[in-house]
């Protein structure tokens, strides 16, 4: 009776170390070798405590053998997977842990000596089914196994005791101990009684599986000390600062992370108490909305922050709804800046467009003038007969000039600043470039005694391809700084290129000077704003000391750079670099000899003269339609000014003029309208003729948009006498055009 009672329990212990081999084969996540070691040990215990309970039952003394055979395979394979376990927890390494691992291994050796029919005797018992051992090789070698399976887990155990740094490490240590202290008494009763003759009582087989749940519970401990999703979530839960709030499938809020407590300014429980729109301001239920994720933005009712909340709908293995996480991201202060932001853009804006209008105003208004003081001296210069007036006469036009150059470099600094400075490429000749250069800059250096060379090498290609408006203006800011700041010996100009791929090229102008020099301290400030280096030195030349910022942006802007080497005292080199289409790459050839020798204040002469050739000028300011009809006075043409927009539709009703030179801004008609009403009329005789804006509005963009309202041609004020005669020229009708008698 009591040997199935015995049975009884080992069989109950073979399923409840069975069932715990399968809680740990089901378990969540990818298996780690821990997980493998705990399912082999509680299998191989099971299968220990099945056939222990086989063998008690039996009568027959040859099955009860080949039950303890059987069964002997589970034990040893149990005592190989409980010494790797133990090994891998304590940590030990190297030569150690191969020692203790290969000791367990030996088990391959013992098993086939221990289950040897001959040396062991079955019969039964008051208890029903037990052995002996009669004293020899197999029984004693597994008795030492046994207890040397036992002196390697203590030792490995006491290792890990003593180089644990941690307390979690020590508890599990303990565990493992107290496992292994159970077996170890256990095979006194079976394994080392039987040998000594005494009756075997399955003591090992009950303390195995108890070892085996042990283990397990040890394993569970272990695995709570791991950094796993499910370990770590409610740590992370809780230190994040983003308010986060839990509802149960019935949306209730059931948990809340210090970060919401903070957010609403309550404790935990209080939140707790509280429904969804208690909390948010919401149209609708957010809990029904589709999809598992969602964004929307809400208004706290509680401390009136706008917040875009984050739902997402959590679920049981079964996929039904188990609640919703709804974390919530506070955007007031995103929302705010960006409002600062956008009222500052605004503001920006504006003060941008107030200041678009201050330039264009500013141009028209001091161009007005200018316009004035120019023509009218330009028409004193011709003129005049005396030479003392003429002498005075060229001073005004310097200074005025002086005065246009400073205008145009405010502007073109603005439309830089603004973003509105756009390169404009265009094919041009490279010859008319550099011989236009040289003759504006010859009469600077001729008036100041110093020379002036031109090195163009006669293989440059001849027509290019860029913005060659704003390539001339940087090589005469350039010029004239060097013939400024020179006052013995002279300037340089070397060009040198370079093919860079297909019909590109690179050009390096350099521009030398034997002037005043820079010193090393100052050459980061020459490209500065309003920077002038070196002030006592410098003051008594004119200048801003916007020149060189100028040439470095437009310079940006077409790609190129500009460098700067300079002797205080000796002189400077300013070398500047740009890249260039090529349209034609024949050679230019030798440049400069047809250059140079430019006639200063060469006597006027009109560059053609046309007595049938009628121009109607409408502009509001008297004095500007006395400078042009003084100006054109040479060509002979018939020239009718009149000073409103009205009088100009009503005189080329009656009238056929040849070109209309038509002012832009002009009081009750201005020039734009008077056009438009010009070409409607289709009885207007001028409807055909060309209409050239003549106007002191002269900032970005104005050419285009003048010919996109219809007109022919641009002109700005204040105008200069050869290239009003040379527009005048292109739009007149080739047979009115004639030569005048000195050209
Ligand atoms: P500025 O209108 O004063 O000439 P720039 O921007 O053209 O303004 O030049 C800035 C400063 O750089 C000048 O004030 C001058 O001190 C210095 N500088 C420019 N070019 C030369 C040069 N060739 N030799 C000596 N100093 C120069």
Not at 146 to 164: D, F, W
Not at 665 to 675: A, N, Q
Not at 686 to 691: F, Q, Y
Request: glycine share 6%.
């Amino acid at each position: 009776m009591s040997s199935v009672i015995l049975s009884y329990i080992l069989f109950a212990l073979a399923i409840a170390t069975g069932l715990t081999s399968v809680r740990v084969i089901a378990g969540n996540g990818k298996k780690r070798k821990i997980d493998y070691a705990i399912i082999s040990t509680c299998i191989c215990s099971s299968w220990w405590s099945f056939f222990w309970a086989m063998l008690f039952a039996q009568t027959d003394p040859e099955i009860a053998w080949l039950m303890r055979a059987i069964g002997m395979l589970g034990v040893f394979a149990f005592l190989i997977s409980v010494t790797y376990i133990v090994v891998f927890w304590s940590g030990l390494e190297g030569i150690r842990k191969k020692c203790i691992l290969g000791f367990s291994l030996l088990a391959i050796l013992v098993y086939p000596l221990n289950v040897q029919r001959a040396g062991s005797k079955f019969y039964m018992t008051d208890f029903g089914m037990s052995y002996e051992f009669e004293s020899g090789l197999g029984s004693n070698l597994y008795s030492i196994y046994c207890i040397g399976i036992i002196i390697c887990l203590v030792l490995a155990l006491m290792y890990m005791r003593k180089n644990s740094v941690r307390r979690r490490e020590r508890v599990l240590s303990m565990e493992l101990l107290l496992c292994t202290g159970v077996v170890a008494f256990g095979s006194v009763l079976d394994t080392i009684m039987p040998t000594f003759g005494f009756t075997a009582f399955p003591g090992s087989t009950l303390a195995q599986s108890i070892g085996a749940l042990v283990l397990f519970e040890a394993y569970t401990y272990y695995n709570k000390s791991q950094i796993t999703l499910s370990n770590i979530s409610k740590f992370i839960y809780y230190s994040v600062d983003e308010p986060i709030l839990l509802f149960d499938e019935k949306e209730k809020l059931c948990i809340v992370n210090n970060g919401a407590a903070v957010f609403l300014e309550k404790t935990p429980e209080e939140c707790c108490k509280l429904e969804i729109n208690d909390i948010f301001d919401l149209n609708s239920n957010i809990f029904r909305l589709k999809g598992d994720k969602n964004q929307i933005e809400a208004r706290c009712v509680l401390n009136q922050s706008i917040c875009s909340l984050s739902i997402d709908k959590i679920y049981d293995e079964f996929h039904e709804i188990m609640g919703y996480i709804i974390i919530v991201h506070d955007m007031t202060e995103r929302i705010q800046t960006m409002h600062q932001l956008e009222e500052e853009k605004m503001k920006a804006d504006q003060a941008n467009q107030a200041k678009s209008r201050f330039l264009a105003n500013m141009s028209h208004e001091i161009r007005t003038p200018i316009n004035a003081v120019m023509g009218m001296n330009e028409i004193v210069l011709r003129e005049s007969e005396e030479a003392e007036t003429v002498e005075y006469a060229r001073h005004i036009q310097d200074a005025s000039k002086t005065l246009l150059a400073l205008i145009n470099d405010i502007l073109d600094f603005s439309k830089i600043e603004s973003g509105m400075m756009e390169v404009v490429e265009e094919a041009y000749s490279v010859r008319s470039l550099f011989t236009n250069l040289y003759t504006e800059i010859q009469i600077k250096t001729e008036d100041k005694g110093l020379y002036l060379n031109f090195e163009i090498p006669e293989d440059l290609p001849t027509i290019l391809c860029g913005d060659e408006v704003r390539i001339r203006q940087v090589l005469m800011n350039i010029l004239s700084n060097a013939s400024k700041y020179t006052q013995k010996g002279g300037v340089t100009l070397t060009v040198t290129w370079k093919n860079v791929g297909e019909k590109q090229i690179e050009l390096q102008v350099a521009v030398e000077d034997t002037g005043i020099g820079i010193k090393e301290e100052n050459m980061d400030k020459l490209f500065g704003a309003f920077d002038r280096v070196d002030e006592e030195r410098v003051h008594t030349i004119e200048g801003t000391g916007l020149g060189l910022s100028i040439v470095q942006r437009l310079l940006e802007l077409m790609h190129g750079g500009i460098t700067v080497e300079s002797e205080y005292g000796k002189g400077s080199v300013f070398t500047v670099t740009f890249r260039q289409k090529v349209i034609n790459p024949a050679p230019i050839g030798i440049l400069m000899e047809k250059a140079g020798n430019q006639k200063k204040h060469e006597k006027y002469v009109p560059s053609f003269r046309a007595p049938e050739g009628k121009v109607l000028v409408v502009d509001d300011n008297k004095v500007n339609l006395t400078v042009i009809k003084g100006l054109l006075r040479k060509t002979g043409m018939q020239i009718t000014c009149v000073e409103r927009g009205q009088d100009c539709l009503e005189m080329t009703k009656k009238e056929h003029y040849h070109i209309i030179l038509l002012d832009h801004m002009m009081p009750e008609m201005d020039g734009i309208e008077t056009l438009e009403k010009l070409k409607a009329d289709e009885s207007n005789l001028c409807k055909d003729s060309a209409v050239i804006a003549l106007t002191a509005n002269a900032i970005a963009g104005m050419r285009d948009m003048y010919l996109e309202k219809g007109f022919t041609d641009y002109i700005s004020k204040p105008v200069e006498g050869v290239v009003l005669e040379k527009i005048l020229k292109q739009y007149l009708p080739e047979e009115l055009v004639k030569g005048t008698e000195e050209s």
